[in-house]
């Protein structure tokens, strides 16, 4: 009769493993009994003092107290040591690094352990793992205020409002970016409070997994449609702008005394592949973007670039020698050109506050208790308060600055210093690095769930295969096939479709624009009418449909505005020509 032991340590690891090739028993009750004998003898030699008892005889467990009984699958690594024992000869006991053939059944009873079966009686919850069976969520209010910033803020953030705020006004530029950010704090709200299954409390990963949860038929493939583009455009437009910010760097060192790109051009081509080999290995570390020192580390970025470009701005007002910048004069407008500026400014200030792509991620990673919707609600209030803030002190200080001829992006007012614009630059660029997969890690996730659900027999979608780091605290790294080459191949596809297509982007742009009402605006107030109950034509209810349908005018009014060039008469897209 062989023997099997498995000793793990409060969050399913194992720790120590014995196996035996004989003992003298005649039956399996006293194999079992042999077992837990072994099992004490063990810890007692090793000091371990506090120990949990689990094993699959009931009769055993009936009559022994401090043991648990647990279904035969959630013993199945014990079960494997014990077929490894008929091919020794003597007593074996392994510390820290098992045999293979029982880590990998690591995973799935690490799974296991978080089910009511396998925890002590009257214990509801694991000290490692959540209801749901998934590790324990550390997330604080302060890490999701961070995610949150980070998500929202970009270089497209602030230093595109001087702009913005230049085509509305002292007045109306300030009173927009107020408003939308209030706009955006409910919306965010409404969606934060969809994280839990209106039937069954469940919890939902993903926003689709909440669109899946509060509704169906038509409104889930559409959404399932416009979610997953919306991410590519993200994901698409990170590319182009980090790559040309690395251009830059190289422009700037070469040429300091270039006031335009026809003094000193140089190719960006390089830099799109350097970014998207960069991205490639990043898409393959596990959990990257949600790694809390990543969030520290983009929001640190997004103050320090943020930090200097508001110092050049106020250097400028002082007149302070050594600013060199280049007065980008607009001209005379018509009418009908100033309104179309107008629409984009306020369609632009609307779209820079969402976040709402990633929302439901973020609230994935928040502990509980308290609940998840106090602490997001309190995370969200942090962090729109710093980016209205942010965006108020940019779009002002940008306007008064150049006035009317305030660029679309304010650092490429000013070409000296060029050695602090390549530090602003650089800046841009790591945090730019890391938004990508931000947006790209809920499509990774996406299709490679729904494969793995299809065929969960297929090695090269399913398999992990196990490469040692050499460091005990991160433990193997699980190489996956199918997503080393999935991964590779769309970051590879949507990089050449961005170095090559001018039309790709503006098109993308466009996409970015039409998606932001149903995204951020009409699905969340659909889910939290469906969450709540609230009765058709009562007070909340329309209240919630004319803030929706205002957002839809503003979209609308934005995306009318944007495709006049895209759609303009005169010939300025070549196919496979860079526009860079």
């Known amino acids: 009769m062989r023997i099997g032991v498995v000793i793990r340590n409060k969050c399913g690891e194992a720790e120590v493993i014995l196996a035996t090739p004989r003992a003298q028993v005649s039956s399996v009750l006293q194999a079992e009994c042999y ?7 063990l810890c007692q030699e090793l000091g371990i003092c506090h120990v949990i008892f689990e094993g699959d005889a009931k009769m055993v467990v009936d009559n022994i107290q401090a043991k648990v009984f647990v279904k035969s699958d959630g013993n199945k690594a014990t079960h494997v040591v014990a077929q490894l024992a008929k091919n020794l000869n003597s007593e074996v006991v392994w510390l820290e690094d098992g045999p293979c053939e029982c880590t990998e059944m690591q995973h799935t009873n690490n799974q296991m352990l978080s089910d009511h079966d396998l925890l002590p009686r009257g214990s509801r919850t694991s000290e490692c793992f959540d209801e749901d069976g998934r590790p324990k969520r550390a997330g604080t209010v302060w890490s999701a205020s961070v995610s949150i910033t ?14 913005s705020v230049a085509q509305l006004g002292w007045v109306a530029g300030p009173a927009v ?3 939308f950010s209030l706009v955006t704090y409910c919306t965010s709200a409404l969606l934060c409070a969809c994280y839990r299954s209106p039937v069954t409390a469940k919890r939902n990963h993903t926003y689709m997994d909440a669109i899946r949860s509060h509704l169906d038929g038509a409104k889930v493939k559409t959404c399932w449609v416009i979610q997953y583009v919306n991410l590519l455009v993200q994901a698409s437009g990170y590319t182009v702008f980090a790559s040309l910010m690395m251009r830059d760097i190289e422009r700037f060192s070469k040429c300091g005394n270039a006031a335009s790109d026809d003094a000193c051009y140089v190719n960006s081509m390089p830099y799109f592949i350097a970014f998207a080999v960069a991205q490639i290995i990043f898409s393959q570390i596990p959990k990257f973007s949600q790694l809390r020192s990543f969030s520290i580390l983009r ?8 930090g200097i470009g508001l110092g050049l701005v106020i250097a400028k007002l002082a007149g302070v020698n050594g600013i060199y910048y280049t007065d980008h004069s607009i001209g005379t407008m018509t009418r009908a050109q100033k309104m179309l500026n107008i629409f984009r400014a306020i369609g632009n200030i609307a779209q820079l506050y969402d976040s709402s792509a990633v929302l439901i991620e973020i609230e994935d990673t928040v502990e509980s208790p308290p609940s998840e919707v106090e602490t997001m609600r309190s995370a969200i209030r942090r962090g729109l308060t710093l980016t209205t803030f942010v965006s108020m002190l940019y779009g002002c200080m940008g306007f008064a600055a150049f006035g009317n001829n305030s660029p679309v992006f304010l650092l490429y007012a000013f070409y000296k210093p060029y050695w602090l614009l390549n530090i602003a630059s ?17 499509i990774f996730g996406m299709a490679e769930e729904t494969l793995a659900n299809r065929f969960p027999d297929n090695e090269f979608i399913t398999k992990d295969i196990k490469i040692p780091t050499g460091c005990r605290h991160f433990g193997p790294y699980k190489l996956n096939l199918f997503r080393l080459v999935w991964r590779t191949v769309f970051v590879i596809t949507t990089t050449v479709l961005s170095m090559f297509l001018a039309l790709y982007l503006d098109l993308l742009k466009l996409i970015q624009i039409l998606s932001f009402w149903p995204i951020a605006v009409y699905f969340p107030v659909e889910m939290y009418i469906v969450q709540k109950k609230i009765p058709k034509w009562s007070k909340r209810w329309i209240c919630l449909q004319i803030l929706s349908l205002g957002c839809l005018i503003v979209t609308i009014a934005t995306a009318a505005a944007s495709s006049v060039d895209l759609f303009s008469i005169e010939p300025k897209y070549y196919p496979f020509k860079p526009n860079f």
């Open 177 to 179: 970016i107020i408003f």
């Open 426 to 442: 650089a800046a841009i660029v790591i945090q730019y690095a890391g938004g990508y997969q931000i947006y790209l890690q809920p």
């Open 35 to 41: 077992a837990l004998l072994q099992a004490m003898k």
């Open 150 to 163: 980070t998500a929202v803020a970009g270089p497209a953030f602030d230093l595109s409002l001087a702009w």
């Open 299 to 306: 929001l640190m970025m997004f103050l320090f670039y943020s």
